[in-house]
Antibody
Framework: EVQLVQSGAEVKKPGESLKISCKGS????????IGWVRQMPGKGLEWMGI????????RYSPSFQGQVTISADKSINTAYLQWSSLKASDTAMYYC?????????????WGQGTLVTVSS | DIQMTQSPSTLSASVGDRVTITCRAS??????LAWYQQKPGKAPKLLIY???TLESGVPSRFSGSGSGTEFTLTISSLQPDDFATYYC????????FGQGTKVEIK
């Protein structure tokens, strides 16, 4: 069974750094792209970017390029989303999701979400 | 940048109704469009991909159509479990989601 299990909720202060994780199981982790999607409170879905864990090829939405870093450690089947300096506007639910196909594609399996709260 | 416009933003319907949601792209995206259902507090669920391909396990009352710039998601007979928010997603050079359509009980 394909599963994506995300790390737990985080409460951080503005300016702090953060790295959240998404661990895949039940499939060959290096063969499928993993993406990150933001959902701000009461708002819609925003595509942030994707990574291919096999070779760490990464693509970002222009809206998120330079704002976050997407990475992966294929040795432990885990993808990451990282901020170097959080802002209050980063408060949101973040989902990881798996793509079945190569390149930019739709997501067939989703993690349960990680709630990030940034507040002074 | 290709914009995705989803309509309506809210839709009030009754059990048994036929429901149609539209997603328009500002430029052609061929058939690179997916539809998702999201319930409160839950992750989205894939319904349709490549504009009209039904994801395995999704009830056949859901269908998708369209290509180029105009796409529709149709629920042939709305069921109690279908009250949720629906999103389209375009995926070509990169990806964006539509703004969402909340289907609520009339």
């Amino acid at each position: 069974e394909v599963q994506l299990v995300q790390s737990g909720a985080e409460v951080k202060k503005p300016g702090e750094s953060l790295k959240i994780s998404c661990k895949g199981s039940g499939y060959r982790f290096t063969s499928n792209w993993i993406g990150w999607v933001r959902q701000m409170p009461g708002k819609g879905l925003e595509w942030m970017g994707i990574i291919y864990p096999g070779d760490s090829d990464t693509r970002y939405s222009p809206s998120f390029q330079g704002q976050v870093t997407i990475s992966a450690d294929k040795s432990i089947n885990t993808a990451y989303l990282q901020w170097s300096s959080l802002k209050a506007s980063d408060t949101a639910m973040y989902y990881c999701a798996r793509q079945l196909l190569r390149g930019v594609s739709h997501f067939d399996y989703w993690g349960q979400g990680t709630l990030v709260t940034v507040s002074s | 940048d290709i914009q995705m416009t989803q309509s309506p933003s809210t839709l009030s319907a009754s059990v048994g109704d036929r429901v149609t949601i539209t997603c328009r792209a500002s430029q052609s995206i061929s058939s690179w469009l997916a539809w998702y259902q999201q319930k409160p507090g839950k992750a989205p669920k894939l319904l349709i991909y490549k504009a009209s391909t039904l994801e395995s396990g999704v009830p056949s009352r859901f269908s998708g159509s369209g290509s180029g710039t105009e796409f529709t998601l149709t629920i042939s007979s709305l069921q109690p479990d279908d009250f949720a928010t629906y999103y389209c997603q375009r995926y070509d050079s990169y990806s964006t989601f539509g703004q969402g359509t909340k289907v609520e009980i009339k």
